[in-house]
């Protein structure tokens, strides 16, 4: 299976700035074939359930605010938000679909500083 | 506006079985994979089990052989047959819509609010 490991496993930033997450798969998520990596993102804020924010590893969902942007490639993402909001407090997860079975990071807590 | 209703959620003894629904609206299920996501009390995510468009399930090595995913598209809704439960079952089970790449490259852009089924003695 691949192990997707998250840094920091939380994070306080200041309203304004910009808060980075990382996402470290096990083995490379990218694919040779269709040179695109198989990661998304995920928010899950207080007492919801999760909802989709990125896939394609960079490829925003319908909806998504522009602040929200997905990078990297291979082993190494990076989940950046590039001017917090309030509402942008919560659990933020990574998850591989390149094998099965799907995996998810641990989660980074976001809050506000 | 898509939406997926979970129920059956509850406490169950181990060993015992529960089967959980999931009624969808504002979409066509029958042309949507659709799967389970879970997570334990405090925890994080854990896949399950997606159904596809045709007769294909797949399942997490954690599950396979216990949990059934099922669907009935005429009623728009997706079964979760969990039977041999022990208590590291214990989480709020989510039923997700699926999108698919490939053979068996699944992630989830919808999800419901989930229910929570408890396995304790």
């Known amino acids: 299976d691949i192990v997707m490991t998250q840094s920091p496993d939380s994070l306080a930033v200041s309203l304004g700035e910009r808060a980075t997450i990382n996402c470290k798969p096990s083995?490379?998520?990218?694919?040779?074939?269709?040179?695109?990596?198989?990661l998304a993102w995920y928010q899950q804020k207080p007492g919801q359930p999760p909802s989709l924010l990125i896939y394609?590893?960079?490829t925003r969902e319908s909806g998504v605010p522009d602040r929200f942007s997905g990078g990297g490639s291979g082993t190494d993402f990076t989940l950046t938000i590039s001017s917090l909001q309030a509402e942008d407090v919560a659990v933020y997860y990574c998850?591989?679909?390149?094998?099965?079975?799907?995996?998810f990071g641990q989660g980074t807590r976001l809050e506000i500083k | 506006e898509v939406q997926m209703v979970e129920s059956g959620g509850g406490l169950v003894r181990p060993g015992g079985s529960l089967r959980l629904s999931c009624t969808a609206s504002?979409?066509?299920?029958?042309?949507?994979?659709m799967g389970w996501v879970r997570q334990a009390p405090g925890k994080g995510l854990e896949w399950l089990s997606v159904?596809?468009?045709?007769?294909?399930?797949y399942y997490a090595d954690s599950v396979k052989g216990r949990f059934t995913i099922s669907r009935d598209n005429s009623r728009r809704t997706v079964y979760y047959q969990m039977s041999s439960l022990k208590t590291e079952d214990t989480a709020v089970y989510y039923c997700?819509?699926?999108?698919?790449?490939?053979?068996?490259?699944?992630?989830?852009?919808?999800w419901g609010q989930g229910t929570l089924v408890t396995v304790s003695s």
């Open positions: 997700v819509r699926v999108r698919a790449y490939g053979s068996e490259s699944f992630w989830f852009d919808y």
């Open positions: 504002g979409f066509t299920v029958s042309s949507n994979y």
């Open positions: 159904s596809s468009t045709g007769d294909y399930t």
């Open positions: 083995q490379s998520v990218l694919s040779s074939t269709n040179n695109r990596n198989y």
């Open positions: 394609w590893a960079s």
């Open positions: 998850q591989q679909y390149y094998s099965a079975p799907m995996t």
